[in-house]
């Protein structure tokens, strides 16, 4: 028998045992927190759509200020995400998750008291700038509580389904608390799941922090741009040619600033992969299709249809049921075949249907037109994994993070400018003006597929 034994470990008292597995940080109960604040910001990109017409009857403020409802949220969202990555780096994730899910559920508060559209529309705001926060650090909250790559790409799987869910479930629940209650339920009921979050957040592996740069020069000068500019085409008249005058100085000293920049927020060379460039030019595409039709049949079969908040959250049920499906089918066809085959096919399913909504009037039946918005929305679910993938691709692992930040931008910044644009056509004469933006989301989804079938095969 050997005399050279390891000494084995002193072996605790049941007690201080059960003590101390308890305070060990459990990996599950990280990714629940983050998927719950995923699922809560991306909910809120859809859930208010289908209380519009209930806001407008209370608050008063037109088709522009049923417009504002919405950007206030998606532009900050977009805008500050190139920054937030870093900025949760730095900060440290759980800390940064902390502080977004903290500012949005009292900013939600604040929108369900609002007792002005101006005051309701700044709360909005507010909640657009903790929803950027959130992101980023959500999904380091799940890289960091996986060390096994195989259980950490199961868990982002379910992060991400988080959020094609919630997508799911927001008109339907923005239809049935607007007709149960009132409007501002469709902001009250992210109070309780924000603090469920931040009670699991105390379970999280505790983040540290590095010492990543931040453009806020380059920041700064987005946010004006992006912001003048969706006023311009909300606005309009002299007040909009003001506005486009600074979107356009504002744009010009982002250019200037970022290529001077050491560490800039959305680097030139990014864009010199043609990979990159498709895949930002196609998920564009797609959110100004996705959102800005969502916003417009929301308004549709309300004020012109006369339908209620409920059925018409009812009747986005059938195109929204199979997203979070199509996700997963579409993964598996980009692994099995690459980003190019899944994007065409998806871009070009889009396209035809946002043709076939074409034919979609005042008098369509509700369900034929519900129907209808099915190949459109699954065109689209159908080319976010793949073109996401592609983008990933393309850039080295260190700089994976600043990609996926300037992609979700892109297309948070398309989506909102798609509802300034749409609601700038139905306001002269909706049905007529619904078709006209049916026209640029085909032509916008015509030309990425085109693009994307030069898409280049990953090395």
Request: contains cysteine; glycine residues 10%.
């Amino acid at each position: 028998m050997s005399t050279n034994q390891s000494p084995k470990a002193p072996r605790l008292p049941p007690r201080e045992a059960d003590l101390r597995r308890s305070e060990q940080p459990r990996p599950a109960l990280a990714l629940t927190a983050a998927l719950l604040g995923f699922a809560l910001i991306t909910l809120d990109t859809s859930i208010v759509n289908v209380a519009l017409p209930a806001v407008g009857d209370a608050l008063g403020g037109g088709m522009s200020g049923l417009q504002w409802v919405v950007d206030a949220y998606t532009l900050p969202f977009a805008a500050l995400m190139l920054s937030t990555g870093a900025f949760a780096d730095r900060a440290g994730a759980s800390r940064a998750y902390a502080l977004g899910i903290t500012v949005f559920t009292l900013a939600s508060a604040a929108c369900g008291l609002a007792p002005t559209l101006w005051a309701l529309i700044a709360a909005r705001v507010v909640q657009g700038a903790a929803a950027a926060v959130v992101l980023p650090a959500s999904l380091a909250l799940v890289r960091q509580a996986y060390g096994d790559p195989a259980r950490r790409a199961r868990a982002v799987a379910a992060w991400a389904a988080g959020g094609s869910v919630a997508v799911a479930l927001g008109p339907v629940a923005g239809g049935a608390l607007t007709t149960a209650w009132d409007w501002r339920s469709v902001f009250f009921v992210n109070l309780p799941v924000g603090a469920v979050a931040l009670a699991l957040l105390t379970r999280a592996p505790r983040s540290q922090r590095r010492p990543t740069p931040l453009d806020l020069p380059g920041q700064v000068t987005a946010v004006v741009a992006l912001t003048a500019v969706t006023f311009a085409v909300i606005e309009r008249g002299t007040p909009g040619l003001v506005a486009l005058a600074v979107a356009s100085a504002a744009a010009v000293a982002f250019v200037r600033v970022e290529s001077r920049q050491a560490h800039p927020v959305v680097p030139p060379g990014l864009f010199r992969s043609r990979n990159v460039s498709v895949a930002v030019a196609a998920g564009a595409a797609v959110s100004v299709a996705f959102y800005g039709l969502v916003f417009v049949f929301s308004l549709f079969f309300q004020q012109v249809q006369g339908r209620s908040a409920l059925q018409a959250g009812l009747l986005f049920l059938p195109m929204t049921a199979l997203i979070g499906v199509t996700n997963v089918v579409a993964g598996r066809l980009t692994g099995r075949y690459g980003p190019r085959l899944p994007m065409l096919v998806g871009l070009s399913s889009a396209a035809s249907g946002a043709l076939l909504l074409l034919g979609v009037g005042e008098g369509t039946s509700p369900v034929v037109a519900a129907v209808l918005l099915v190949p459109m929305a699954l065109g689209c679910a159908l080319t976010v994994p793949p073109l996401t993938a592609a983008m990933m691709e393309a850039v080295p692992a260190e700089r994976a993070g600043l990609a996926a930040g300037v992609l979700n931008a892109a297309r948070q910044v398309a989506g909102g400018l798609a509802i300034a644009v749409f609601g700038a056509l139905v306001s002269d004469g909706f049905v007529d003006g619904m078709r006209v933006g049916l026209l640029i989301s085909a032509g916008l989804l015509v030309v990425t597929a085109a693009a994307s079938v030069r898409l280049r095969r990953s090395s």
